[in-house]
Structure formats: structure tokens, C-alpha cells
């Protein structure tokens, strides 16, 4: 038992456990004179769960207040500098993105100016297997390795999807919208028939002591 607990509150809810177990283990549900004594055990022990949660908050209650009021203190210094750190992450990504866009129109441009020269020099000469296998050839250029670009700041890139067509997704990739046949299912009575191809309805027994 930890030291933070009042030994009388743990040994009384510990001596109701143990003569609730005592006399519950004797029953076993053979004819319907044991439906009873089974169904008050099953309800006294939802009473002994609620006697535990509400002692236990006894305790915990008071721990969880401080811990909410020490968050605040230091989530509020966090804030004081969350816009100032976002600023920054933007201003670096746009710098990134504006390098990649130049770097991108560098490459066409050169790519450009290589197939005009060889279409020049194709046309000095009429030399049309040289145009002809123009389209197969592309200047050679260099590609970064991502990683560290400055002496703190490291550029990753991050595997991310888009849905362009849901008609041309793999059925296996799919979820279904279970709020969506559940509402279905609760519009028809228990022994209707699904109108959801695919989707069996059903009936699920379940027992309650009162």
C-alpha cells in the first residue's frame, strides 16, 4: 500500500472486496433461483467500483488541480515565444521553396538552351538522326541531398498523400463510415434486412442487472 493513502480508507474498501468475493464464489447460475443472487453481486460490485473511483479522487483531485496550475505557468512561457519560433520555420521554408523554384527554372533554362544548340547544329550540318534522338537526351544536372543546410537548420522531406480519384482506389484502402450504417441500422427494427450490400444486420443480447 503507498504511503500517500490513508491505511483506514484502503482497509475498508479492502474488507468489503474480500467478503463480497466470499460469498459471490459460492453462486453459480444453474436454474433461474440463481439469477437473483447473481444479479445483486454484479450490481454490488459496480457499488464497490464507485466506492474506489471516488476515494481514489479523494486523493487525486487535489494533485491534479496543482499539476493544471503548474502546466499553465509554463505553458504560458512556451507562448511567449510559439509565434516568434512560427515566424521563423515560415520564413525558412519560404527562403527553401523560393530556392527550389529558382534551381527548377535554372535546370529548364538550361535544358533549353542545350536543345536549341543541338537543333543549330542538327540544322548546319542536316543531320536529322541528330533530331530525331534529341528528345532522348537531357542535360546531366545535380541533384542536393537533403540534410543540413546551415550550421542549424536541416531540411527533411516528409512521404505525404493526396486523394485525386476515389474511383480508382484499391478497395483494401478504404474504411467504412461506421456513424453512417450505424444511423441505417438504427432506422430499421431488429429483424429487418440490410438494404447495405456487403453488410449483415444482426441482433446482440446483452445483460444488465438493475
Known sequence: MNDLIKKEDYLELRSKIDQALQESRKIIVLSEDQLDPAGFYLKHFRQLSKAIEDTKKKYTKPLKDEAKQIESVFRELTEMFAAEEKRLANELQDFLNEKKQAEAEQRAKEQKEYEDAVLEEAEMFSDTSVIDSMNDVKIETKSEKLGSISQFVTETRTKKWRLIDLDKV????????????????????????????????YTDFTIKTK
Open 170 to 201: 484499391d478497395r483494401k484502402y478504404l474504411i467504412l463510415d461506421e456513424k453512417l450504417i450505424d444511423a441505417v441500422r438504427k432506422d430499421h427494427d431488429f429483424d429487418s434486412k440490410s438494404p447495405i450490400d456487403g453488410i449483415e444486420f
